[in-house]
């Protein structure tokens, strides 16, 4: 369970290793996920290519700090990568064939790799390459495969990104045309996950510091 922690850490916080976060933990993980599949919409040819920035976060407090991340498709090449990086230290091994997805994280590039679960269409077992990083050195048969699940919103402009088992969620937009804080909050009220928080609160439109929109 300590190095379950530990992972997640890496996953999420690492990223931003320079940057002091709080996370606050609960259990409401499987619950955000359960109702991300009620109306559940991703494709991965929408996500992949320019950068994600998180712009609003549930459970972890970025305030000023930006953190970005990009998706690209899993070649074989990338998977056989992660395969000789993490093999031997998986609790539980994937179906390597499978994989859809690479995310990479903040400015040192932490990487996880994404494969589709059954089910409703945007939810994801991933594979963290911890060994990549550097920062621990897992035993053998000691690091989880993680759970996650994303939704695209408006038609692909905002993207959700949940781990179900901590409940650590996020919304991020495109870096390019940089979105609305009202757009973001109004999507925030909607979703109706309870109290959090903006990241990235120095990046705002240009338009909307004029006061235009």
């Known amino acids: ?65 930006c953190l970005d991340m990009s998706f690209k498709n899993a070649t074989p090449m990338i998977i056989n990568r992660i395969w000789n990086d993490m093999y031997e230290y998986l609790e539980t091994q994937p179906y390597w064939d499978a994989a859809t997805l690479l995310v990479s994280m903040g400015k040192a590039h932490h990487e996880m790799l994404l494969f589709a679960d059954q089910g409703a269409a945007g939810r994801f077992t991933g594979v963290p390459n911890v060994i990549r990083d550097g920062n621990i050195t897992p035993s053998r048969k000691a690091v989880p495969l993680l759970k996650f699940h994303m939704k695209l919103l408006h038609e692909g402009r905002y993207l959700l990104m949940s781990d179900c088992q901590i409940g650590v969620t996020t919304l991020s937009a495109r870096t390019e045309p940089t979105p609305y804080r009202a757009d973001i909050s109004g999507i925030v009220s909607y979703l109706n996950f309870g109290d959090g928080f903006h990241a990235c609160t120095s990046d705002r439109n240009r338009n909307e510091l004029l006061g235009m929109q």
């Open 1 to 65: 369970m300590e190095l379950l922690k530990i992972v997640r850490a890496l996953v999420l916080i690492a990223p931003a290793c320079t940057m002091q976060l709080q996370i606050k933990r609960n259990d409401i993980g499987a619950e955000v996920c359960d109702r991300l599949t009620q109306e559940p919409f991703f494709d991965t040819e929408m996500v992949v290519g320019k950068p994600w920035r998180i712009y609003f976060a549930w459970n972890m407090k970025l305030e000023s700090k």
